[in-house]
């Protein structure tokens, strides 16, 4: 199914829902989080914390676990952390 009418708002609303989700996971088992700073439908900001803060594998976790999760819900979004 393509959508031909997106609705920014409903993206945005789903993306920070998706994110809750993410740092739901982060925190329970790894004991950090992710948090949406902007999206504007093309490019989606965020801020890891907690124990993602100096860990090595933070750009690891920004793009395999949270652009990859993120892709499979929209697949031209790209990811940046702040």
Not at 5 to 21: F, G, I, K, Q
Not at 75 to 80: I, R
Request: aromatic share 10%.
């Amino acid at each position: 199914m393509v959508e031909h009418n997106h609705d920014v708002a409903s993206d945005e609303e789903r993306m920070y829902a998706l994110l809750e989700n993410i740092s739901a996971y982060i925190e329970q088992y790894h004991g950090g989080w992710v948090k949406m700073i902007s999206f504007d439908g093309d490019v989606l900001k965020v801020e890891m914390g907690g124990a993602c803060a100096g860990c090595p594998l933070t750009q690891t976790t920004l793009n395999g676990w949270v652009e990859g999760t993120v892709r499979q819900f929209f697949p031209d979004v790209k990811v940046e952390a702040v």
